[in-house]
Structure formats: structure tokens, C-alpha cells
């Protein structure tokens, strides 16, 4: 039986899913031979477009002269707004404020005004900079006081939350705190940047293939730029060098002017932007300012916040709603607060329209929560960890969030107090209050902060999913959904679900690229929820198929139906075994179907926006992290030292994915918190625009020391797929313990007296200044 558990790749207790598995793609991505659209052989007749972009941000286009762009050696074709067919929009809301070119007004630098259709990338990529624009340039707004200042103009309609009496609250509280929060954005800086390649077919037929998330709504996008139904247009992804939330909706721009050129070319038509181009063009992760006021007690116990989350949101609304929705449904964390208000602010602004990016508002709706716990901490003289806890959600009175949703699942406590002990937490403060104390110049911190993730799209409808599962005559299966593979190792978990459920091994499923030609009308792959949707609809599709082999297998071997089981690499009928190979040849030859579609929907989920209530959340997912840090007091410069993480996946798929996404998430994170920082200057032009610019983490960034651990014994309450968790979003926010970490080595030249109030992101410049004011504000 080892042998042939082997033979069929099934783990000997498990089968595939809850195994340890590599990646589908992880060898191909080792040796170079992963293929991604820019690698694809070029077709026929390729010509290559690029875009002419605004050299201002803000302003009146008077004219735009495109004699020299038509000119320039190798250029087939020049499109403007005049040359679209179909609507000149490609915005993700009803508001229809995103035109694939700018006609009249110019709302950003970079906003695209043309493309340029060349034989060669290099010859269109020089030809787009030959244009002559006039404009009537006007003030830019670069960022929210420059927002606010100007009016505070919105991109879209702002959310309230909120519980209880606060201004009673806040009255009767015997202390009260006020305070300001920036909070940085992010670049996402994908590997694989934006990149589309179209090809035109019969009559109004056209395929793309592009680097999305969301390969439906490019289907929509593109149809509806082109002029046509839906059903003439089929998106392919395969798989993307990563997305984080950057390929959600921004990848549309590329593959609707790449559509376009095709269509009116009649000729493939591929769209890849310089490096450069790409980030100046595409949005970020929104940047926040978060103002607050919290009432509270000398025990740290909170009695009340009121919390404003102003971002910069850019020129069109893009998904800033749902972002600043988001951060304020995180804005407690694992945190009850007695009485709550928080409110939006989505602000727009002269830049390029940020977007999703990994936690999707969350994270910065987290960091807040953070700073609340620290300013008690600070002002009572606690520890940070300790008024934490005491102000955790807890039983019946203290499980209800501000958006009305009861904390059911609650196991903050539990994972907090098993990393203390896991990683020593108490004695190593010890030791490193110990040792400031004899280091004038080189400071440690320690923090440990936890996390509490909501997991569904908070736009109820996309929590769906669809798949088709093909089972062939020698019983090897052909797998596809709705879901995109960026990385992440969506696919393979996938493929587990499915191997698992028809007892055969991994190397007899084969992972198909995400088409919208077999599976129509999906859900972005987003919000964590991946694996979750898609692994549940490609089961109801496998069940589908079981139960017909089943009821054919009972009446051909004269058995109940009950009698039949599917074991690995068989199926049990009664007394008899009969390999499963062997079941599938006699189910087609009683012309059985063996193909199924699967669908799945979340259950249980509701959410009224103007109420500000409902259940938005199918479950919560949390963790805990544990940062120790060292700062140099005299240049601002730190290193992570050692980061001990404790992680609920519930019952993981495959906990070598899972734990490959605890440690890319909370690197990502730390960068966001530590080292990227974005810029403009004051003519709305971004500075930090490329590798030299933007700092990104790198190897010898990562935790000298660095501890990851799955939380055991926890399988997810709620029946999901195999009882997991959702695990793409939720560690990226551990990374908040790297800064309260410098946060707490800068304390400690005040004695934790002073509360640092240290901005993310906390470059050594920030981390330098918040020494220089702590330093000064205890008389030292």
C-alpha cells in the first residue's frame, strides 16, 4: 500500500489535501520555463502598442498634434478617443469616470491620451513621445491636506459605522486622547508587469490574453470599449508574475487598447509598458490619515473612539470605496470599543487612481487600531501587550464590532497567549529593557500584536464562484474555474480539493488556464477568497460527477448505492475493488456523463450599506506576530532582528503553501510599514518611479531570525472547504509588530514615557525624528 500511495502522489494519512505540496508551477518557475504572456511565440503579423501619456497633472487639453507620432519610422497606426467604437469608459462603478483617453480634461501625469501602433515595441515606445500636447495647466491636488484644503472634493460616497452613544461615551470617559496618523501607500511591484496581447478572429471575435485578476470584467470591459457583446470576447489567464490587488481592475486600460489597435488593425496587437511607465501610470496602495479621539481609563480600557480615515484615493473613483469601506471595517481589530463612530473620507486627488492592493484597505485600517492600543499604553504607563488584552472582544456584551456583526469565532486570546509563550515573549522584554539601559546609542523593541482578518468580499455578489471538471476515459481529469494563479498556489490547492475528492493522485489532474470560455461570469480572485470559492464550486462539480459513477457503478456490479466508496486510486463497490481507471472506461461505455460544472455561493452574508449593518464576514481569520528590532539612535537605521509568527489557517489545504504566504505577506507588509515610500513632487509627477527609486524589501531585509508556525488543531467553524482558512491577506498585516517594534525602541529614550507616534511608512529618517522629538519632549 506504501507503493502504490506513493506511485499515486497521496500523503499516507491525508491523501492530497492537508499535504505538504509544491507549487504546479514551482519547477518551471526554478529553471525559466513558466510561460507568461510576454514569453508566448509571437503570432502572425504582431504589431506592438504603447501609450501617449500627459506631461502634466492637472489641466485643459487644447490640442494634442500627432503629425510626428504618424510620422516616426515603423508606426502603423495612431488611436485616439475617436477611434473607440463603443464607450470610451472602463470604470469599475456606475460613475463611469475612467476614459481609456483623456478628450478635454487632464487629471493626472501619466493620464493616457493615445496609443501607438509600431512593428517593433521600441519604435511605438518612440514614437509615443513625439506629441505635441497644449494645455492650460491648473494647481494640482497631490495629496489629502492639498484635498482637504482645496474643499475636499470625494470620488465616491463616504461610509459611516457606528455603536452606541459617543459623545457620552467620550464625556463620562476619565481620560481622553487626541491624535493623527499617516499612514504610507505602496507600490505593488509585481514581477510580471501589466501586459495584454489581443488577437482578432472572425467576424467580431477577440481573444485576449492579458495579466488579470479579474479576467471577467476585462471580457465586459473589452466587449464594451469594442462596441460588442460580451460573448465575442474570451480573456485567457494562465498565470501572472503576481497581482497583490494591481491586476484587479488596472490591467483593463492595457487590454482595451490592446483590443482596440487589433480590432481596427485586423492584426494581433500586443501592449507592454516600460517598467517606469507602468508605475507612473497605474495606482497604489491608498494612502491614509487617520484622526482619532479615544476616551478611556487608567486600567486601558477603552470606553469610546471617534475615527476619521481620510485617503488619497487619485483622479477616478477605481475601487476607493470599497477600500475606505474596508479599513473601517478593520479599524477595531481584535479590539472591542464600547462605543464606536469611524468614518470614510475618499479624497480626490491629482494622481493616478489607487486601487486594491493586498488587505484592501485593512491593513491601514488595522494600523490605526494599533496606535489607539499604543496611546493607552503610553498615556497609563502599561504594557502595550497588556492593554491588548484587556481590551480584546470577549463573551456576550463584548462581541459586537462596529458594523453589527458578533465576534462568534473569537480566538485572539488563545493565539496571543500561545506565541508569548512559543517565542519567550516576556523574557526577552526583560532582557531588552535590561540592555538599553547600558546602550546609549544602539535601542531594542519588542512588540507583539495580533490580527483579526474578515474573509468575504464585502460586495455580497461576488462571493461566488463557478468550475468544470472533465473526467476522461483513462481517468485522468481536467480541471478549470473562475480563479487566477498569480503565484499564490491557488491552482494546486485547487487541484488537491479535486484529487482528493475522486481519490486519484495529483499527477491525474490537470490545471487548466482560467478562461472565460469555460467558465463564464467569475468573481475577481481576491480578498482571500481564492481558494475558499473556487475549491468549493470544483468539489460541487466533483460530487456531481461521483454521485452519477456511483449510482451507475451500484447497478453494474449489483450493489447499493451506499456500498460504493471512492478510496485512493479505486473505488470500493460492494466486496469488490476495482481501480478507478477501470470504473471511468465503463461508465462511458454506458454513456455516463463525466463532465460537471460546479457552482458555490457563500452562505450566511449580508450587508447594507447605508445602515452601516449587517454580517459581511463569513469567518475571521487570525494570527499573531512577535517583532524585535534594533535601531541605531544616531543615523535612524534598524534591522529586524526576529519575528516569531503564529498563524490560523484553520485546516490547511497544504500548509507549505500556506506557510510560503505567511512569509511573502508579512515581507510585503513589512516593506509597506519600513522601507517604500512613495513620492511626488509638486507638479504631481511621481519620483519614486522605478527599482532606484522605490525600495522594496530585499534578502537581507528579511527577520535574522524568522519563526512561522500554523496554529494546530483549529479547523474553521464555519464548513468551508476542508474546514480552512483563507491565508493571501491576513499575514501581511503581522507585519504591524515591526512597527510598534521601532516604536518601542524609540520609547525607550524617554524611558516609555512618550508616545512615539511614529508614521508609516518608518524610514530611518522618521525613525531618526521620532528619537529627536521623544528625546526632546523627556528633556534629554
Request: net charge negative.
Amino acid at each position: 500500500m506504501a507503493d502504490a500511495r506513493r506511485k499515486l502522489d497521496l500523503a499516507p494519512e491525508t491523501g492530497p489535501v492537508g499535504s505538504a505540496r509544491a507549487h504546479d508551477s514551482a519547477p518551471k518557475h526554478v529553471a525559466g520555463e513558466a510561460l507568461y504572456i510576454d514569453d508566448i511565440a509571437a503570432p502572425e503579423g504582431l504589431l506592438h502598442a504603447y501609450l501617449g501619456t500627459s506631461t502634466i497633472a492637472h489641466g485643459k487639453l487644447l490640442s494634442l498634434d500627432l503629425d510626428a507620432v504618424r510620422a516616426a519610422p515603423g508606426v502603423v497606426a495612431v488611436l485616439t478617443a475617436a477611434d473607440i467604437p463603443g464607450a470610451n469608459d472602463i470604470s469599475s462603478t456606475h460613475l463611469h469616470d475612467e476614459p481609456v483617453f483623456a478628450t478635454e480634461r487632464i487629471l493626472f501625469h501619466g493620464q493616457p491620451l493615445f496609443a501607438v501602433v509600431a512593428g517593433t515595441r521600441e519604435q511605438a515606445r518612440h514614437a509615443a513621445t513625439l506629441a505635441k500636447a497644449d494645455h492650460a495647466e491648473e494647481a494640482p491636488q497631490i495629496d489629502i491636506a492639498a484635498a482637504r484644503a482645496a474643499g475636499g472634493r470625494l470620488v465616491t460616497e463616504p461610509l459611516k459605522l457606528e455603536r452606541g452613544d459617543v459623545a457620552a461615551a467620550m464625556a463620562a470617559s476619565p481620560r481622553r486622547l487626541k491624535g493623527t496618523m499617516a499612514i504610507g501607500g505602496q507600490e505593488h511591484f509585481y514581477l510580471e508587469g501589466q501586459v495584454a496581447l489581443a488577437i482578432p478572429g472572425e467576424d467580431e471575435d477577440m481573444a485576449v490574453l492579458v495579466s488579470t485578476q479579474h479576467p471577467s470584467e476585462v471580457q465586459h470591459m473589452v466587449a464594451a470599449v469594442l462596441g460588442i457583446g460580451s460573448h465575442a470576447v474570451t480573456v485567457e489567464v494562465r498565470r501572472m508574475g503576481g497581482g497583490f490587488g494591481g491586476k484587479e481592475t488596472q490591467a483593463n486600460l492595457f487590454a482595451c487598447v490592446a483590443a482596440l489597435c487589433a480590432r481596427k488593425l485586423r492584426r494581433p496587437v500586443k501592449l507592454r509598458p516600460d517598467r517606469d511607465d507602468d508605475m507612473a501610470i497605474t495606482g497604489k496602495r491608498h494612502d491614509f490619515v487617520c484622526d482619532y479621539e479615544i476616551g478611556f481609563d487608567e486600567e486601558g480600557r477603552i470606553h469610546a473612539v471617534d475615527a476619521v480615515y481620510a485617503a488619497r484615493c487619485g483622479w477616478n473613483a477605481d475601487l476607493s470605496g470599497p477600500v475606505t469601506d474596508r479599513a473601517l471595517f478593520h479599524m477595531d481589530n481584535c479590539y472591542f470599543y464600547p462605543a464606536v463612530r469611524a468614518r470614510s473620507e475618499p479624497l480626490f486627488t491629482n494622481t493616478c487612481s489607487n486601487t486594491a492592493f493586498r488587505g484592501f484597505g485593512g491593513p491601514q485600517g488595522m494600523v490605526g487600531a494599533e496606535r489607539f492600543i499604543e496611546e493607552v499604553a503610553y498615556a497609563t504607563g502599561l504594557d502595550p501587550l497588556e492593554v491588548r488584552r484587556r481590551n480584546l472582544y470577549g463573551g456576550a456584551g463584548r462581541d459586537l464590532t462596529p458594523y453589527h456583526q458578533r465576534v462568534e469565532d473569537n480566538i485572539a486570546g488563545d493565539v496571543i497567549a500561545e506565541l508569548e509563550r512559543r517565542c519567550d515573549y516576556q523574557a526577552r522584554k526583560a532582557a531588552i529593557r535590561e540592555a538599553n539601559a547600558t546602550s546609549p546609542v544602539v535601542k531594542r523593541g519588542i512588540a507583539l500584536t495580533p490580527v483579526k482578518f474578515g474573509i468575504s468580499f464585502t460586495a455580497t455578489w461576488f462571493n461566488q464562484a463557478g468550475a468544470l471538471v472533465h473526467v476522461y476515459t483513462d481517468g485522468t481529469v481536467a480541471l478549470n474555474h473562475g480563479g487566477t494563479e498569480m503565484g499564490q498556489g491557488l491552482y494546486i490547492k485547487v487541484a488537491q480539493v479535486v484529487a482528493h475528492a475522486f481519490g486519484i493522485g495529483l499527477d491525474q489532474v490537470k490545471i487548466t488556464a482560467t478562461t472565460t470560455g469555460k467558465v463564464p461570469n467569475t468573481s475577481a480572485t481576491a480578498a482571500s477568497s481564492g481558494s475558499d470559492l473556487n475549491g468549493m464550486a470544483a468539489l460541487d462539480a466533483c460530487e456531481t460527477i461521483k454521485k452519477r459513477l456511483a449510482e451507475f457503478a451500484a447497478k453494474h456490479w449489483q450493489a447499493r448505492p451506499e456500498e460504493v466508496a471512492f478510496l485512493p486510486g479505486r473505488v470500493k463497490v460492494g466486496a469488490r475493488e476495482i481501480a478507478f481507471k477501470d470504473v471511468i472506461a465503463a461508465a462511458y461505455m454506458a454513456r455516463v456523463q463525466l463532465s460537471a460544472t460546479g457552482f458555490y455561493a457563500t452562505p450566511n452574508i449580508h450587508w447594507d450599506r447605508k445602515a452601516g449593518r449587517g454580517h459581511p464576514f463569513y469567518y475571521f481569520a487570525y494570527g499573531a506576530a512577535a517583532a524585535e528590532v534594533a535601531i541605531d539612535t544616531l543615523t535612524g537605521e534598524y534591522k529586524v532582528e526576529r519575528v516569531d509568527i503564529l498563524h490560523d489557517c484553520g485546516q490547511s489545504l497544504n500548509p507549505a503553501i500556506d506557510k510560503g504566504q505567511i512569509e511573502g505577506g508579512f515581507v510585503q507588509g513589512m516593506g509597506w510599514l519600513t522601507t517604500e515610500e512613495l513620492v511626488w513632487d509638486r507638479k504631481g509627477r511621481l519620483l519614486t518611479h522605478a527599482p532606484s527609486t522605490y525600495k522594496i524589501p530585499v534578502a537581507s531585509d528579511r527577520p535574522r531570525i524568522f519563526n512561522v508556525h500554523l496554529l494546530e488543531n483549529a479547523p474553521n467553524r464555519e464548513p468551508t472547504i476542508h474546514r480552512s482558512k483563507a491565508v493571501g491577506e491576513p499575514p501581511l498585516m503581522l507585519a504591524i509588530s515591526v512597527l510598534q517594534a521601532l516604536s518601542d525602541a524609540v520609547a525607550s529614550v524617554g524611558d516609555h514615557r512618550i508616545c512615539p507616534r511614529l508614521d508609516a511608512p518608518a524610514t530611518p529618517e522618521r525613525v531618526l525624528d521620532a528619537v529627536e522629538r521623544v528625546r526632546a519632549e523627556a528633556g534629554r
